[in-house]
């Protein structure tokens, strides 16, 4: 496959237009996506990938260091554009966007979860949750009440007043969980969200992952992990750019 530059973003683009969910939609729809970053020697991280994630959907991410998995995940979050094919993101192709409604829709209809939590240790628990919704669309009169509801389902109400200096690792995900929820993203997508955690924890914050899956959210994590692989209903391997289904 060739790889030219990413899709341009200027004024000559296309109307912006925010997503109008549709049921019927597949979350995920990427059509021959490729990913290149030049060199020398120019660098094809992601290869011609095709691929659904349907609704409700649990996946794994898995593979050997430098065999795409972040740039995968990037592409997924709206973070990076393909250098060549299509992303459909609940129906909307995500290459007629120029970048202000790529940032709105990723705050509206995505969730993240990284491996070094990136909580704000100025902020208690409650704020932490709070500030993730700033660009998300939630109203601010309802954004309390989601904090609060977020926080309940993965067990960190009686935490809302401290600070993530103070909390163990667990709680510190946890609370990174809530914040990603709080908005009600359509998919969360979370990379290596155990790296940093003892066996423990690590099983109490899958645990979490796993309880919002049942409720319906689509959820996509990148691990080294067969482990934690094993516990997803769907297993994807990366392997030099490459997506094939099944374990590592």
């Known amino acids: 496959m060739s790889a030219t530059g990413p899709a341009p973003t200027g004024a000559n683009q296309p109307t912006e237009v925010l997503v109008r969910l549709d049921g019927a939609a597949p ?54 554009r393909p250098t060549v094919g299509r992303y459909r993101l609940n129906g909307q192709d995500t290459a007629s966007l120029g970048d202000k409604a790529r940032t709105r829709l990723r705050g509206r209809q995505l969730g993240f979860v990284f491996q070094a939590f990136h909580l704000l240790a100025g902020r208690t628990v409650l704020e932490n949750v709070l500030l993730g919704m700033t660009y998300s669309g939630v109203p601010k009169p309802q954004r309390a009440g989601r904090a609060a509801e977020a926080l309940e389902r993965v067990g960190m109400t009686h935490r809302a007043g401290f600070f ?7 709680e510190r995900q946890r609370t990174a969980v809530a914040r990603a929820v ?57 392997s030099d750019g490459l997506v094939t289904e099944g374990a590592w």
């Open 164 to 170: 993530p200096a103070t909390l163990s690792g667990g």
């Open 27 to 80: 979350v995920v729809e990427l059509a021959d996506v490729a990913r290149s970053f030049h060199g020398p020697p120019e660098v094809l991280a992601v290869r011609g990938v095709t691929l659904t994630v349907g609704r409700g959907d649990y996946v794994s991410v898995t593979g050997p260091s430098g065999s795409g998995k972040s740039t995968l995940l990037n592409l997924l979050g709206l973070l990076d």
């Open 182 to 238: 709080a908005s009600r993203p359509s998919m969360l997508l979370a990379d290596e969200p155990t790296g940093n955690l003892d066996q423990k924890n690590s099983q109490s914050v899958l645990d979490v992952l796993e309880e919002l899956n049942r409720d319906g959210l689509t959820v996509v994590v990148v691990t080294h992990e067969p482990g934690i692989a094993a516990r997803c209903r769907r297993r994807l391997t990366m």
